[in-house]
């Protein structure tokens, strides 16, 4: 996993809104970089598991292997998706984001669409498809300047 040569390994997060009173589910593969968006509901751990459960089960389950999260309590329901989604769960360490790189860096890129103390309960899966679908067809340096979707 860690050379990234092979696909289907995932981070994931939640991008917080105005007062952490809404969020954005952030799914990004990491040898692909590939970017979903998960729109939900709240910032609980029931909200994460549905969001990201929808997000991932169009995923091709050979491009589902594992799924690295924080230790947030949002994560409370990882042993639910990972039977649903027949996906395994790691965590990274505590205080330790850089074990989760990818959608560190994605995180940023995504806080051009959706600034912070934004309220992202306002945005709809559609317009969340929509920003992904930009990210996915930008041009990436550690890609040799191909496109997410090219990869």
């Known amino acids: 996993m860690a050379t990234r040569a092979v696909p289907g390994h995932w981070e994931g997060d939640l991008l917080t809104g105005a007062r952490n009173g809404s969020a954005v589910g952030t799914l990004v593969e990491r040898t692909t970089r590939l970017v979903l968006l998960a729109r939900m509901d709240g910032t609980d751990a029931v909200s994460a598991y549905r969001g990201f459960t929808k997000k991932l089960r169009h995923v091709p389950a050979p491009l589902r292997k594992t799924l690295t999260y924080d230790r947030g ?79």
């Open 73 to 151: 309590k949002e994560m409370a329901e990882h042993a639910r998706l990972a039977h649903r989604l027949s996906i395994q769960v790691f965590f990274a360490d505590p205080h330790a984001p850089w074990q989760r790189g990818t959608n560190e860096n994605t995180k940023g890129l995504l806080r051009q669409y959706l600034p912070k103390g934004t309220d992202l309960s306002g945005y709809t899966q559609r317009e969340l498809n929509a920003i992904a679908y930009r990210l996915n067809t930008r041009p990436r340096k550690c890609l040799n300047v191909a496109t997410p979707l090219e990869v």
